[in-house]
């Protein structure tokens, strides 16, 4: 495993941030059981979590108006620092206004981050500062989420808890749209659909890369 200090790559027109390596699931699918990085990218195992003035400085040497919008995903669950995402988009607000901010997430912060969230509504606190979010659904049902995302613990209500993230987050407003990988079945994408229909959120089926 080669380790970097990767906090920013780009890909396509949008430029990626990476804030961890932790994630509180093993999806079957994930890039990081293939590859140290993504879509070209350095190492994306970082040597340390970068702190926010770490992270600032990395931003600070790119034109970021350039980029259709900076996205938060990279090697983990960005919401595992759900403090410091939420005060890092808040930072790139203020100093870029007009800035278009996007989060990739299982949205399942509800479950692992509620004694930092206290409310138990990860949605209203990170609507507040992002303008849209990817989901990953992973499936139509909660057995077949539980076989493709393994939460930590296997928690029952894993997959109501992600549902009710994202109705939460559509609710406050902000675009939205689901994602499922096609390592599950034709007909487990179809029931994955009909699931997205029921909330009115687009899906995005995306290619397993091996
Ligand atoms: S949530 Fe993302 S980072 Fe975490 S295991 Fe799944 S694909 Fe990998």
Known sequence: M?????????????????????????????????????????????????????????????????????VFCGYGEPTMRLGFICALAAWLRAEYPGIRLRLNTN??????????????????????????????????????YQRVTNPQGAPANAYETMLHFAAAVKANGREIAFTVVDVITPEEIAAAQQQADALGIPLHVRNYIA
């Open 107 to 144: 949205g399942l912060t509800d479950i692992y981050m509620a004694e930092e969230t206290r409310t138990r509504d990860a949605a209203a606190q990170l609507s507040a500062v992002f303008d849209s979010f990817s989901v990953s659904l992973n499936g139509g049902d909660a057995a077949v």
């Open 2 to 70: 080669k380790k970097a200090m990767t906090l920013t790559y780009e890909v396509g027109e949008n430029l990626y941030i990476n804030v961890t390596n932790r994630c509180s699931c093993a999806c079957t699918f994930c890039i990081r059981k293939n590859d140290d990085g993504a879509y070209g990218s350095d190492p994306l195992w970082l040597e340390h979590e970068p702190t926010i003035e770490e992270m600032q400085a990395d931003l600070r040497k790119r034109d970021l108006r350039q980029y259709h919008e900076l």
